[in-house]
């Protein structure tokens, strides 16, 4: 114990009487304390912290310390001490003059914190291992006193602060209008209107007793002081007295570097952004990050479950490495490389040998069609655009290991800037425009790209969002209009320098990437949940080509037309020519029978691939073909349609207009596709007798794949452990080389994926019968718990469009989860896609369409149909209701997964006497 000492260490009890502890919401009074420690200038101070007290006897794991920014204090990190696992101390300190700790008579500078924390932490006898924790300005603070006591430290966790201003990047404005002279007295200490503003971030609203009670310790305007000195010594100009202080505070973390820390953030904090997050990681490369995309300033309040994925953090990483237990070397999955990349043996074949392999081939290798089409490419052409561009990125600073964004429309443009990006040793970052901008703004700015690809529109709309990035623009624009959206290049531009830059033979020499160097970061549809970031290496982009390979059945020679857009993309390096419809590739269903038939006729194309969307559309469509264009369709030997269940029916009318084709409706997500594959024959035997009702057959693992259900529970939470019986329903799970990587920056969403280790929990439901076939049948959020168990909805919804009546159904619940009641939506036939809405009179559906999708989904009669798979979660039902719509709400990436979740919401307004016509 230094001699600062500790003067006084009163019973927690003895100091309730003097704070307003009881009753404030999730903070237990016990935990209080006050201590007194000797400051640097002899002083005695008393600290007020919440503690939850030494762990007695030979049982101690470590300490968690917790510091608290500006203006909060110790209550922030409540959740932490309530959550703290056994062994576990954890202590949480009101800075001085903040809180419920000592009002002081001067201000104190960083320099002053961060020795005044040393001082408590030397009289609390601090012992390693520990783990800090810091939030807002508490951060600089907790990493100088880190920096000072390196032989404790075994972690680190900072949530939404920063050690710098970005580069590029302007101080908060909230901080600046804050800390200016007319306001900084004002708002500060005249008003509680700083104290109140920070809970006030938050969207939605914290509950009022919560925001109470962190204004409780600044009351009084005397109160308030400290609030205003910890404003005014924010070190925002470079002869700030605290700026020394922060720039060494800055340049230490050099020396943590090696620690194990996590980055815990709300992008949509207006003080310490998205970009304070980047900066961080780039002066701590081996962090791993944890976004929590609607989060704001204060992210453990607005993500409540932060706390416990913290602690989860500190138990699988922290207390794993002190065990020091022996475990099998494998690269740690939730680790992002991205700027110090692991050395691994290169792939047998990199991503574009094939394209090397054709590289004299004047055939056609991409052909693109519609009014703004530009003109077809021969393999040679291609590889020579690709070198040639790959050599002017790698001279405009492209370098190996950085981001490139692409807001590029599939086609020409879009493959060679792909095909360049990998060349030259960067990673693509892809994100579906169908997010929409404000999802597409966080979805990109999470990724932090180095560069951005876009067409015009593209780059203003990144500009409107904020995405980092030299600008790179495909196409030509005024010089002044470049100057104002920050371009500095154009892809042609690039490409003739690299033309320039290069002989032909030197591309070709270049050595080939690392097995594990990142390649993709790849974005969700969001349709079933926020956009997630999917990262994939070398390896399993190279694992997940050869799958595509032996699903197309794509020998040399072959040729695609590529109507879905993750497929566009992957010509060049199956070595096969690809052709890319007249569509809109962010609206499927605008593919027509006509467009699809011309792009098989510019390239002959032998396989299609098209998703369930695109492919309703070209039977809707079909009767507009001419006998040219028919006989032109009579060249696809195969059809591929993925990423939403594909129904039979749709299956047996896309055979007319395409009768020599096979059609394959392989499964799989953007994590790991694809995963299995099944022909419109196979599903027709699979579902003969009934089967129908059990959900969606998708058929059989791959080669290399493996699949494992983890069974649900009566509430329909699937088990920790995977197996592999017949007929038992549960969360689907994936083991595969192709899986993805991880999630970009989260990690706690990551883990909760990859459990058991090994395996990805892809988040649907399902089964697989005897015949080792998989049947999915919905989405885990789509689970109707009843009073009675789960039902899976999918089973019944295809039971329904058997209808002839039916279109399109939805099965969604209605009430509280345990005594939800089934309700079916219908789509009317005929009245689907595009009819008027004032054609439904009534949400309820007529007596007779009631009573015929009663009939249809109540159990079958016939003995020879196959039992119900495990617990009866699909084959037979009671709807509650029958609604009907004009039509459902889906994703825009596929225009095929229903967003039964909105379903929902409107069905139970409706049957509440409200609603309206259509969800």
């Known amino acids: 114990m230094s001699d600062a000492g500790v003067a006084a260490v009163p019973a927690a009890g003895t100091t309730r009487p003097f704070l307003p502890l009881d009753g404030l919401p999730g903070l237990d009074p016990g935990w209080s304390r006050r201590v007194a420690v000797v400051d640097a200038d002899g002083i005695p101070r008393t600290w007020h912290l919440l503690d939850t007290g030494v762990v007695a006897g030979g049982g101690a794991v470590g300490t968690m310390l917790c510091l608290h920014g500006n203006p909060t204090w110790s209550y922030l990190w409540r959740r932490f001490l309530a959550a703290a696992p056994p062994g576990w101390r954890v202590i949480a300190p009101d800075q001085l003059g903040m809180g419920w700790s000592e009002r002081l008579e001067r201000p104190r500078t960083l320099a002053d914190r961060i020795d005044d924390l040393g001082r408590l932490t030397d009289a609390l006898d601090l012992e390693s291992p520990v783990v800090t924790v810091a939030h807002d300005w508490g951060g600089p603070v907790l990493l100088g006193w880190a920096q000072r006591h390196r032989e404790l430290l075994a972690g680190i966790v900072l949530t939404n602060t920063g050690v710098s201003v970005p580069a590029d990047t302007t101080p908060p404005g909230l901080i600046r209008l804050a800390r200016s002279a007319p306001l900084l007295e004002t708002v500060c200490v005249r008003t509680p209107a700083f104290v109140r503003a920070t809970t006030g971030l938050s969207r939605p609203r914290l509950p009022r007793e919560v925001r109470d009670a962190f204004a409780s310790p600044y009351a009084l305007a005397t109160r308030r002081r400290a609030v205003r000195d910890f404003v005014a010594d924010i070190p925002l100009e470079s002869d700030h007295p605290s700026r020394g202080a922060l720039d060494a505070v800055a340049a230490g973390l050099v020396d943590l570097a090696e620690l194990k820390t996590l980055l815990v953030w709300g992008p949509r904090d207006p003080v310490f952004s998205i970009r304070y997050l980047h900066d961080l990681r780039r002066r701590l490369p081996r962090a791993q990050v944890q976004l929590y995309p609607k989060a704001s300033h204060l992210v453990t309040e607005d993500t409540p479950e932060a706390a416990q994925d913290v602690w989860s953090w500190v138990q699988s990483t922290v207390v794993r490495d002190l065990a020091a237990v022996p475990v099998e070397p494998r690269p740690d999955r939730g680790t992002e490389q991205r700027y110090a990349p692991a050395r691994h043996p290169s792939p047998d074949r990199i991503l574009w040998q094939a394209l090397l392999d054709r590289a004299d081939d004047p055939a056609t290798a991409i052909a693109e069609l519609g009014r703004r089409a530009a003109a077809p490419l021969s393999f040679a052409d291609l590889e020579s655009r690709i070198a040639d561009l790959a050599a002017g990125l790698t001279g405009a600073g492209v370098q190996p290991g950085q981001r490139v964004a692409l807001l590029v429309r599939p086609g020409i443009d879009l493959t060679v800037a792909v095909y360049a990006c990998w060349r030259a040793g960067a990673a693509i970052v892809i994100a579906d425009a169908g997010l929409g901008l404000r999802n597409l703004g966080r979805a990109l700015r999470s990724a932090d790209p180095d560069h951005l690809i876009a067409v015009p529109a593209g780059l203003l709309a990144a500009t409107a969002l904020r995405v980092p990035g030299t600008r790179i623009v495909v196409g030509e624009l005024p ?355 595009r009819c008027r809405p004032s054609l439904v009179r009534s949400a309820l559906a007529p007596a007779a369409l009631a009573a015929a999708a009663r009939e249809v989904t109540r159990p079958s009669s016939d003995p020879s149909a196959p039992p119900p798979a495990s617990v009866d979660l699909a084959a037979s039902v009671d709807l509650a209701a029958v609604l009907v719509t004009d039509r459902l709400p889906v994703d825009i990436r596929h225009a095929s997964k229903i967003d039964r979740a909105r379903v929902a919401r409107w069905a139970e307004r409706v049957l509440a006497g409200g609603g309206g016509r259509r969800p």
């Open 479 to 833: 010089g002044r209009i470049r100057r104002w959206l920050k371009i500095a290049h154009s892809l042609a531009e690039l490409t003739e320098s690299g033309r320039r830059r290069h002989a032909p033979q030197t591309i070709m020499a270049t050595p080939p990437p690392d097995a594990d160097a990142e390649v993709a970061v790849l974005f969700t549809s969001g349709a079933t949940g926020p956009a997630k970031g999917v990262v994939y290496r070398h390896r399993q982009l190279r694992a997940q080509l050869d799958l595509v390979r032996t699903v197309c059945r794509l020998d040399p020679g072959a040729r695609l037309v590529a109507a879905f857009a993750p497929f566009a993309l992957y010509g060049p390096a199956l070595g096969a020519a690809a052709a890319v419809p007249d569509m809109d590739p962010t609206k499927p269903a605008t593919l027509t029978a006509t467009a699809l038939a011309q792009a098989v006729a510019a390239v002959e194309a032998t396989v299609v691939f098209a998703s369930p969307a695109a492919l309703r559309n070209v039977v809707a469509t079909a009767d507009d073909l001419t006998d040219d264009l028919r006989r032109r369709l009579e060249s696809v030997r195969t059809v591929l349609s993925a990423g939403a269940p594909v129904p039979l029916l749709l299956l047996q009318r896309v055979q007319a207009p395409l009768p020599k084709a096979e059609l394959h409706t392989p499964y799989g997500m953007t994590e790991a596709l694809p995963v299995t594959d099944v022909t419109l024959a196979e599903i027709e035997r699979a579902t003969a007798g009934g089967r129908a009702r059990q959900g969606v057959c998708v058929g059989r693992p791959l080669p290399g794949v493996r699949i494992g259900i983890a069974p649900l529970d009566s509430v329909g939470v699937p088990a920790e452990a995977v197996v592999d019986s017949p007929e038992v329903t549960g969360e689907i799970c994936v083991a595969a080389a192709h899986v993805k990587d991880h999630y970009d920056r989260l990690w706690a969403v990551q883990q909760a994926s990859a459990r058991p280790s090994g395996w990805h929990r892809t988040g649907d439901v399902g089964h697989r019968d005897h015949d080792g076939r998989l049947w999915v049948e919905g989405r885990r959020q789509h689970l109707i718990i009843t009073d009675s168990g789960p039902v899976t909805p999918v089973g019944i919804e295809q039971q329904l469009e058997q209808l002839p009546e039916v279109e399109l159904a939805a099965v969604v619940g209605v009430g509280p989860s345990g005594t939800q009641q089934v309700v079916a939506v219908l789509v009317r036939s005929g009245l689907a896609p």
